[in-house]
């Protein structure tokens, strides 16, 4: 009996060691597993752009790709090539006027962009805002001012990527301003929240609003649910800034 007692003392000594070194084997391989998946996730996936999310910081510093092919609803387009060495930085619109603090209007009613200076228009033209996601209604100012940047994002038929976006003038976290050059639809919406416009336009407002410059903001910008003039900017629970 004693020394059947002592082999079944010995046996479950064995087996508590025998399950110890089981899990501590278990933990060490699935430690290693996932440190080999993340390392070559970060090798060899490719993270997928982004734009119009403030965990985006891609598409929010210059980026100029001449040699590179966009997407937009499924189609190829070429972006415009961008020569940072012929951009003209003269200040085309209001050049003679000088009457007043820079202000630019956006009217998502009627897809009209405004600029001015003082109650001087110095600028009028047709824009297209949000469609796949809403421009932001309120009081901004450009916080941001880039030549050119890739903008990407959203999924399945609304997927886009696009490099070499012209005329950049962020006013509102990544929401922007800006030059378009794959639609040609301006004056209703086709963006994912930003404000599309015409190249020759975007430019023209890029050489004239500012950015901001020490304690100075940038030019205010203004999103209006429908805009009359200056003083009579229609805004539904607006964002002021």
Same mark, same amino acid.
């Given at each position: 009996?004693?020394?059947?007692?002592?082999?079944?003392?010995?046996?479950?000594?064995?087996?508590?060691?025998?399950?110890?070194?089981?899990?501590?084997?278990?933990?060490?391989?699935?430690?290693?597993?996932?440190?080999?998946?993340?390392?070559?996730?970060?090798?060899?996936?490719?993270?997928?752009?982004?734009?119009?999310?403030?965990?985006?910081?891609?598409?929010?510093?210059?980026?100029?790709?001449?040699?590179?092919?966009?997407?937009?609803?499924?189609?190829?387009?070429?972006?415009?090539?961008?020569?940072?060495?012929?951009?003209?930085?003269?200040?085309?619109?209001?050049?003679?006027?000088?009457?007043?603090?820079?202000?630019?209007?956006?009217?998502?009613?009627?897809?009209?962009?405004?600029?001015?200076?003082?109650?001087?228009?110095?600028?009028?033209?047709?824009?297209?805002? &949000?469609?796949? /996601? =809403? $421009?932001?209604?309120?009081?901004?100012?450009?916080?941001?001012?880039?030549? %050119?940047?890739? *903008?990407?994002?959203?999924?399945?038929?609304?997927?886009?990527?696009?490099?070499?976006?012209?005329?950049?003038?962020?006013?509102?976290?990544?929401?922007?301003?800006?030059?378009?050059?794959?639609?040609?639809?301006?004056?209703?919406?086709?963006?994912?929240?930003?404000?599309?416009?015409?190249?020759?336009?975007?430019?023209?407002?890029?050489?004239?609003?500012? &950015?901001?410059? /020490? =304690? $100075?903001?940038?030019?205010?910008?203004?999103?209006?649910?429908?805009?009359? %003039?200056?003083? *009579?900017?229609?805004?539904?629970?607006?964002?002021?800034?």
């Amino acid at each position: 009996m004693k020394k059947q007692k002592h082999i079944h003392k010995s046996t479950g000594k064995k087996h508590k060691k025998h399950t110890a070194v089981y899990y501590l084997r278990i933990y060490t391989l699935a430690a290693v597993v996932g440190i080999l998946v993340f390392v070559a996730g970060t090798i060899f996936v490719k993270p997928s752009p982004c734009a119009n999310a403030k965990s985006c910081t891609s598409d929010l510093k210059q980026n100029i790709q001449n040699n590179a092919v966009g997407m937009f609803e499924g189609h190829k387009v070429t972006p415009p090539k961008i020569d940072l060495a012929s951009i003209s930085s003269e200040n085309v619109l209001g050049a003679t006027t000088n009457q007043g603090e820079k202000h630019i209007y956006v009217d998502l009613s009627t897809q009209i962009l405004y600029a001015y200076e003082g109650t001087t228009k110095v600028m009028q033209t047709y824009i297209s805002s &949000g469609k796949w /996601g =809403k $421009t932001p209604v309120g009081n901004f100012h450009i916080w941001e001012k880039l030549i %050119a940047t890739r *903008m990407a994002g959203g999924e399945g038929a609304d997927a886009y990527d696009l490099p070499n976006v012209p005329y950049v003038m962020y006013f509102y976290s990544d929401f922007g301003l800006h030059g378009a050059y794959w639609h040609d639809n301006f004056g209703h919406p086709m963006s994912h929240g930003c404000v599309n416009m015409r190249q020759i336009d975007a430019k023209a407002l890029f050489n004239w609003a500012d &950015g901001p410059s /020490g =304690k $100075t903001k940038g030019t205010a910008v203004s999103v209006c649910n429908h805009f009359t %003039a200056p003083d *009579m900017c229609e805004q539904d629970n607006p964002i002021n800034q």
